[in-house]
C-alpha cells in the first residue's frame, strides 16, 4: 500500500470504489426500468431466462439458484409463473429421479432471443460515451480485479 | 455502434457490463461481510452514518432518505436504532419546524471514523490486484462512463 503516491492520498481508491458502485447501481437500474418498460418483465425474470438460455440441456433447481444468487424461493416462484406462461418447462432429469430439470420451451427461447438482442443495444448505448480502446481498457481493469476479488472473499468465509 | 469492429462483435460489450456488474456485486457484499464481522454493522447503517458524517451540519430525513435512495420507512427504522445507540440526535431545525435534523453526536463521528478508516483500508486491499496507473485509467473511464448515463437516466424518467 503506496500512503504516499498521490493516487491513493486524498481517499482516490475510496472514490474509484464509490464511482465504480454508483455506475453499476445506475445501470443495473436504468436496464431494470427499460426491461419493465419495453417487455414488461422484471429483472430477475429476465436473469432466470438467461442462465437457462445458455444452458440448453437444462438446470436443476438448485444449480439455477447458484447462477441466479437468488434464493431457493425466488426461484420457486419465477419457474411458476414462467411455466403458467409457456417459457419454461419441468422434466424429469434422467440421472436424478427426485430433481426436476428446468428447461426453456422453444417460445421461452424466442421470447428471450428477442429481448436479449434488445438488452444488447441498451448495453451498447449506456457505454457508448467510451471509445473501443476504453472498453478494452476497462475490460482487462476489471478482469484483474476480478481475479483478485475471487481468492480473498472465497478463503475469507 | 460499430457493429464490425472486433470488440463489439461477440458481445464483448455484454461481457463487459457483467463483468462491471460481478466485481461490483462481489466487493459490496465482501465489505457488506466484513463490516458484519469486525463491527457487526449492517451496510445500510454504515452508509447512513456516512452520509451524515459527510454533512456536518445535519440533514433532514427526506434530504438523507435521497442520499441513501432508501424507503423512507428504511431512514426511519435506522434513526430510531441509531439515535437509541447514542450515534444520532434529531435537532429541531430553524429553517423548517416541522421537520428535524439529523446529526451525528460527538459518539458517532469517532465510532465512524474509526470504522471509516478499516472501510478504507479493506477498498485498498480489494483493489490491490492493480497499480497505479491501471487505479487511474479505471477512475478515468468510470468517470465517462457516469457522465454518459447521467443524462440518459434523467431524461428517460
Known amino acids: 500500500m503506496k500512503r504516499d503516491d498521490p493516487f491513493v492520498s486524498d481517499h482516490a481508491t475510496l472514490k474509484l470504489w464509490l464511482r465504480l458502485l454508483s455506475c453499476s447501481t445506475q445501470m ?20 432466470y431466462l438467461a442462465a437457462l438460455h445458455r444452458h440448453p440441456h437444462g438446470l436443476k433447481m438448485s444449480e439455477l439458484s447458484r447462477h441466479l444468487r437468488v434464493t431457493g424461493g425466488n426461484v ?3 419457474t ?5 406462461d409457456g417459457m419454461v418447462v419441468r422434466e424429469s432429469n434422467p440421472t436424478d429421479r427426485r430433481a426436476w430439470m428446468l428447461k426453456l420451451t422453444a417460445r421461452g ?7 436479449a438482442r434488445e ?22 481493469h476489471l478482469g484483474v480485479l476480478r481475479t483478485h476479488l475471487k481468492p480473498d472473499t472465497e478463503e475469507s468465509r
Open 76 to 78: 420457486t416462484g419465477l
Open 28 to 47: 443495473e437500474s436504468e436496464i431494470r426500468r427499460r426491461l419493465r418498460k419495453r417487455f414488461g418483465i422484471s429483472l430477475g425474470r429476465f436473469d
Open 119 to 140: 438488452h444488447e443495444q441498451w448495453v451498447l448505448e449506456l457505454f457508448g460515451g467510451l471509445d473501443d480502446h476504453a472498453l478494452g481498457e476497462l475490460y482487462a
Open 109 to 115: 427461447r424466442r421470447t428471450f432471443e428477442t429481448m
Open 80 to 84: 411458476d409463473d414462467l411455466e403458467r
